[in-house]
């Protein structure tokens, strides 16, 4: 099911729905090829474990909301922006973009070079979008544009096409960005959640592939949320065993497709049409499909959902959120 629900039992990472991570999306701006469009959507608007609505509050203002960022092909972040998010006038949130780069894309925590800050958080359906700079940015409950059979996924993969995700929100973060500001060429994408509430940086949650976190990983889940891609060496036996015993692959071809899984990063060059997973991800791939095709080394397909129907062929591209937040509910939540 994407990334959504990564904690443990399908739960949320430290027990909140608003460090999970859902979706990563990258793509040329239509209409533009000299510049890009960058989705990170986190906190689904209703969980599974346990059941029901959470909380209308979109964004943790205690944690960072990073886009990490590999401009030569090693792993590690050479580039990275920052959401942080903090009550505003009236207690409605508003955010902070920062850029850094080297060591300090590396690291945790808020720095960086501030882009813009004060940008309004979106509570209801108009998209308040920021600017400065080149740079465009959205934040705020959107309608999530994921699109799978849940259920089925959970009923051990008999799907019947009932899309989980047809009326559910989540919360993207959206930015338009200069392919200049990107480095030049391919690189490789990776978001990740960054929890402060204990008073020291814990990364909560990351990811890049579609599902990969939710259907591998299994007992080791908790140990692969917290590792930086440059380590996914070492969970290749893990998801090879997940592999054998889903797809009935050998023990050396579900090595080799594991390996073509890590590590996590989402591959793309800015200069050619986003279609995944050969680069990039569009909001109606269809990547469910890819990933469970693998996942069962062939034997299930699809789960005969298709893509929504509400997205937007302009900034922020996700659509409006099927329910209004007022500004006023979620500072009282």
């Known amino acids: 099911m994407s990334h959504h629900y990564s904690g443990p039992d399908y739960g949320f ?13 990258a793509f040329p701006k239509p ?14 608007s209703a969980g599974v474990n346990p059941p029901g609505p959470t909380t209308v509050v ?11 960022i590999d401009t030569d092909g090693d792993a590690v972040a050479d580039l990275a922006y920052r959401a942080r998010f903090s009550p505003g006038d009236g207690g409605a949130l508003t955010a902070t973009l920062r850029r850094a780069e080297g060591l300090k894309a590396i690291g945790a925590g808020d720095g960086g070079q501030t882009i813009l800050e004060g940008a309004p958080v979106s509570m209801g359906s108009e998209a308040r979008v920021a600017e400065a700079g080149g740079y465009r940015f ?8 994921f699109f799978f059979d849940t259920q089925g996924a959970l009923n051990n993969l008999q799907f019947t096409g009932d899309d989980f995700f047809t009326e559910k929100d989540v919360c993207s973060i959206v930015l ?4 200049s500001a990107l480095g030049a060429g391919k690189i490789g994408l990776w978001h990740r959640t960054v929890d402060g509430a204990s008073g020291k940086w814990v990364q909560a949650d990351r990811g890049a592939l579609p599902s990969q976190s939710v259907f591998l990983t299994g007992e080791m889940k908790g140990d692969y949320l917290a590792r930086e891609p440059k380590d996914d060496a070492r969970f290749v036996p893990v998801f090879a065993h997940s592999l054998e015993h889903t797809g009935g692959y050998t023990p050396a071809e579900a090595t080799r497709v594991a390996r073509t899984l890590l590590p996590d990063i989402l591959l793309y060059d800015p200069s050619r049409l986003a279609v995944y997973p050969a680069n990039g991800r569009a909001l109606t791939d269809d990547v469910t499909d890819i990933f469970i095709s693998i996942l069962t080394n062939g034997k299930v397909t699809g789960d005969n959902v298709g893509p929504h129907k509400d997205l937007l062929t302009q900034f922020p591209y996700v659509g409006a959120p099927h329910m209004a937040r007022s500004g006023e509910r979620a500072a009282g939540a």
Do not use: C, Q
């Not at 209409?31 to 689904?44: A, C, Q, T």
């Not at 959205?138 to 544009?145: Q, Y």
């Not at 338009?176 to 392919?179: A, L, Q, S, T």
């Open 138 to 145: 959205f934040a705020g409950w959107r309608s999530d544009p």
């Open 31 to 44: 209409g533009d090829v000299s510049k890009s469009i960058l989705i990170m959507n986190v906190h689904p």
């Open 176 to 179: 338009e960005v200069p392919n």
């Open 58 to 68: 979109p964004f943790a203002t205690e944690a960072v909301y990073e886009l990490k």
């Open 13 to 25: 990472p430290h027990g909140d729905a608003r460090l999970d991570l859902t979706d990563l999306y």
